[in-house]
């Protein structure tokens, strides 16, 4: 302590203070009597402001204290707390000389309560999603059986990139993976969450996105259970895995997600087919399409061969019939050969242009000619 | 970036499971049949070599986080 205030002394010449001086003297007096300290109550009249700063009153059965907590300190918390909530925050008493008001400039804000401030902000948020119906199961949307661009959300130098990259490789090769850079911890994780997660729709033929971390504290966890990351994954345009490496927290992201998997190598397994069964499942495909056209082939062949023995029987048939008229017309021919006319003692004369020379005028006197018998020719000529 | 990095592999199967079950179906000429065949034999043999043969490809979205 200083010199003793002299409480009754005139500052002016009047004898009286201004007011000024009077809560700045206040001001004084407590800001030097009252250390910063903790202190318990309940909250009520909590007003967050635009600005960011947050006004309420801490009380108890029978007295209150004003409270401000400026939002470069309460943005550190993970909510607002709501009025009756049983807190301890620390603060410096003061006096805010504008409205001569004795007040506690709060700093650090703990609900006394299970789960405190986290567990308000997480319920408060999860009601809100609720009412938009974000948490309504007909919401999930079915996985892509053969992804073919997958992205996903996560730190660019995390463990978590690195199993999925590492499963992804093994099963689904086929798939290019597209990495959007976000910072999954601290103050601007949610900023960059919710710009990533925007960015996903931005990217052309994306079928499945993951987004998501390593195992981390519950603080660590944070952005994954903000209410804005939560709707920009019910906003993405394609279904969305959750993997925030976490078995026992479920996180708002994971409700509000398509598919929730408990790791990053976990999401990315449920992301992709195993290439291994394809190949194993194509195999079966082949020998069915083989057993199918062998089949095909063999029904082929059997009715060929059905075919062709009809075919005998029919040709066969007819071979018997055509035979019998054959041995009739042979015998009519040969009674109308020439050669058997010849036999009976006729003759041919034919010229040299091989015309038979029926007529006395188509002989005239030393034409040469042939003259045709029934073993043989010979040549002749007309001499008279 | 633009276009798909691999064909549509679902189309591919789907496409793969007609071609076997119209081949198992007893009504289909033997012209037809082997058609089927030897498609069916192709694009099981594009197929098998795609998924043996690929290899990953990873991207990093350019626009880069703000701070």
């Known amino acids: 302590m200083g010199a003793p205030l002299d409480l009754f002394g005139a500052a002016s010449a009047e004898g009286a203070w201004t007011v000024s001086e009077v809560t700045r003297r206040a001001r004084a007096v407590i800001e030097h009597g009252l250390p910063p300290l903790w202190v318990r109550g309940e909250i009520t009249s909590f007003k967050a402001y635009r600005s960011g700063h947050w006004y309420f009153t801490l009380r108890d059965a029978s007295a209150q204290l004003r409270c401000v907590m400026w939002s470069s300190d309460n943005r550190r918390l993970p909510g607002a707390p709501v009025d009756g909530l049983q807190a301890f925050v620390f603060g410096r008493p003061t006096v805010w000389d504008e409205r001569g008001e004795f007040r506690l400039t709060v700093v650090e804000l703990l609900s006394t309560e299970a789960g405190g401030l986290w567990q308000l902000a997480l319920e408060k948020a999860k009601a809100a999603l609720l009412r938009d119906g974000l948490l309504d199961p007909a919401r999930k949307r079915p996985l892509p059986p053969f992804p073919r661009r997958i992205a996903v959300v996560t730190s660019p130098d995390g463990a978590a990139l690195r199993d999925i990259l590492a499963v992804t490789a093994r099963r689904w090769p086929i798939a290019e993976i597209v990495v959007v850079a976000a910072t999954v911890q601290g103050e601007i994780a949610e900023r960059q969450l919710v710009r990533a997660l925007a960015a996903v729709d931005r990217i052309v033929g994306v079928d499945v996105a993951i987004v998501g971390r390593g195992g981390g504290s519950k603080e660590d966890l944070q952005a994954f259970n903000s209410e804005r990351v939560a709707r920009a994954v019910a906003k993405c345009s394609v279904p969305v895995i959750s993997a925030v490496g976490h078995e026992t927290d479920v996180t708002l992201c994971d409700l509000v997600a398509d598919a929730r998997a408990a790791t990053p190598s976990a999401a990315a397994e449920a992301a992709t087919p195993d290439r291994a069964e394809l190949l194993a499942g194509l195999a079966i495909v082949g020998s069915r399409l083989a057993r199918s056209l062998s089949a095909r082939a063999q029904r082929a062949v059997d009715r060929l061969e059905r075919t062709r023995d009809r075919l005998h029987a029919s040709m066969s048939a007819h071979f018997e019939r055509s035979g019998a008229r054959l041995t009739a017309n042979g015998a009519h021919l040969d009674a109308l050969s020439p050669l058997k006319i010849l036999a009976r003692g006729y003759a041919v004369a034919t010229g040299a242009d091989g015309r038979v020379l029926r007529r006395v005028a188509q002989l005239p006197h030393g034409l040469a000619f042939r003259l045709r018998v029934t073993d043989g020719e010979v040549r002749a000529r007309v001499t008279e | ?67």
């Open chain 2, 1 to 67: 970036m633009t276009g798909a990095p691999a064909s549509n592999f679902a189309k591919e199967m789907e496409r793969l499971e007609e071609i076997v079950r119209r081949l198992e179906s007893p009504d289909l000429d033997l012209d037809e049949a082997l058609k089927l065949f030897e498609e069916g034999v192709e694009r099981l043999r594009a197929a098998r070599e795609r998924l043996a043969t690929a290899e990953q490809k990873v991207k990093h979205l350019l626009e880069r986080p703000e701070r």
